[in-house]
């Protein structure tokens, strides 16, 4: 393994942070607000794992973890999105209707934290990244 990582690790890592990160939001998102989906938790965990391995692992079988990561998050964010419809409709509409649980303020930090890590990802998908192993 190289001692400098390429803009391509790089990005990957800025990725897993960024996926983390979005792992422990929803999660306390979860506990604060009595709603928790594992699937979400479990795209968001491959997420991190994805694109930490990608960025730490010199080895041919490693080059498509980023792209796999990327996928990953982005169904879960879009699972998030779908479940997130009551709060979306009773905050937006002022209602109560749905019983939602939880405002729009977190879950807007959670999808820009999710949007971020894909874009991460994306870009570390569309740079090379040297040193690589034969």
Avoid: H
Wanted: aromatic content about 12%; some cysteine; proline content about 1%.
């Amino acid at each position: 393994m190289s001692k400098t990582k390429s803009f391509s690790a790089k990005a990957a890592l800025a990725g897993a942070v960024l996926s983390a990160a979005a792992l422990i939001g929803f999660t306390v998102y979860g506990m604060i607000y009595d709603y928790f989906d594992t699937v979400v938790s479990l795209t968001l965990a491959l997420g991190v794992a994805g694109m930490a391995a990608y960025a730490l692992a010199d080895k041919v079988w490693s080059e498509l973890l980023n792209l796999a990561a990327v996928a990953c998050i982005t169904f879960g964010m879009g699972l998030f999105f779908l479940n997130s419809y009551p709060v979306w409709a009773d905050r937006l509409n002022n209602i109560s209707m749905y019983g939602s649980r939880g405002t729009l303020v977190p879950v807007i930090a959670l999808l820009v934290l999710m949007v971020a890590a894909i874009v991460a990802g994306i870009v570390s998908c569309f740079t090379q990244k040297e040193g690589k192993a034969k």
